[in-house]
């Protein structure tokens, strides 16, 4: 019987502990195996220790259980139940089995038109899911994304996501790469700082930029990032097609209002060439060796 329909209370002694699956800034990631379902997950150790209270990231934790938590879709990572002991706090997760995504792309440098465009489409499917119910995920990039057994992708770590519309408090930290300018350039928008879904539409069109270059549009010194991203100033190679470059040119837009909408992305006419299961598209994939 799978996690969910299990009773709502879990303890550690429920599950046996495997192989480290990875490491993230304030504790590890197991494989982990429900004792009396069998049931194979990945069971997230965070040390309370480490959470500075205060600092936010408690908060963070709390929101990313309480968002995560309620969500259902094929390309997000579920979360099925979490509790704590004195010391840590346990997230009882969804076990992608082929990984992180980050660690695909740099091993394959970047990826072919027709991965890049299933991939985009599977983001901008989750996307749509998340933002009907006003949430942001403010946090869209590789290294927040994992890759399930069949290849399809799953948005993880939910630790920045909010409810719409937002105003940030917690200090950013880590790569600006992937911030639009209205999160980057405080008062960007003229009056206060808070900032809606949309903040994902430019994650998203950076997210396809480096799916296709192998390397985020705006990669720079910290002060040149800024100043790139702030003027959207990017240049796209020649390597990429027409159709992708469309689509890049209408989602990294500096207004949040002119980014082209989600539905409209997965109407675009690279994604529809590469992900219409037709006929046509199906052989061709296959002529190209496929997955
Ligand atoms: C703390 C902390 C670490 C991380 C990053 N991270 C996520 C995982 C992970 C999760 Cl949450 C779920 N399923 C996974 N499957 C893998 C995996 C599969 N293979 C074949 N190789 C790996 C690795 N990792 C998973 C691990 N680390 N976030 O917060």
């Known amino acids: 019987a799978p996690l969910y329909n299990q009773p709502r209370q879990f303890h550690l002694g429920m599950f046996e502990i495997g192989r480290p699956l990875g490491k993230g800034k304030f504790g590890r990631v197991y494989l982990a195996r429900e004792r009396s379902s069998g049931f194979i997950c990945a069971l997230k150790v965070l040390y309370k220790a480490e959470l500075?209270?205060?600092s936010g990231v408690e908060k963070q934790v709390r929101r990313e259980v309480e968002i995560q938590s309620n969500l259902r879709h094929p390309?997000?990572?579920k979360m099925y139940g979490h509790f704590h002991d004195?010391?840590?706090?346990f997230l009882i997760l969804e076990f992608a089995g082929r990984g992180e995504l980050y660690k695909h792309l740099r091993k394959e440098n970047r990826f072919p038109e027709w991965k890049a465009a299933q991939y985009i489409a599977q983001m901008a499917s989750a996307l749509r899911y998340l933002h009907r119910k006003h949430v942001i995920h403010r946090d869209i990039k590789p290294e927040n994304i994992l890759v399930g057994i069949h290849g399809e992708l799953k948005i993880s770590d939910f630790g920045w996501s909010v409810h719409a519309p937002n105003h940030r408090r917690t200090t950013l930290c880590g790569t600006l790469d992937y911030l639009p300018p209205e999160m980057v350039r405080p008062h960007g928008n003229g009056n206060d700082n808070s900032y809606d879904e949309k903040v994902d539409l430019?994650?998203?069109g950076v997210l396809t930029y480096e799916f296709l270059v192998g390397e985020a549009p705006f990669e720079d010194t910290m002060v040149m990032t800024h100043?790139?991203?702030?003027?959207?100033d990017m240049t796209i190679p020649s390597f990429v097609s027409p159709e992708a470059r469309d689509l890049i040119k209408k989602l990294l837009v500096l207004d949040p209002a002119k980014r082209?909408?989600?539905d409209a992305v997965q109407q675009h006419p690279w994604i529809i060439k590469h992900c219409v299961k037709g006929e046509r598209a199906t052989n061709r994939e296959k002529t190209k060796?496929?997955?």
């Open 86 to 89: 004195s010391k840590r706090i």
């Open 289 to 291: 060796g496929g997955e």
């Open 227 to 232: 100043r790139r991203i702030a003027r959207a």
């Open 75 to 77: 390309n997000i990572l």
């Open 202 to 204: 430019w994650s998203l």
């Open 52 to 54: 500075q209270h205060g």
């Open 260 to 262: 082209l909408p989600l």
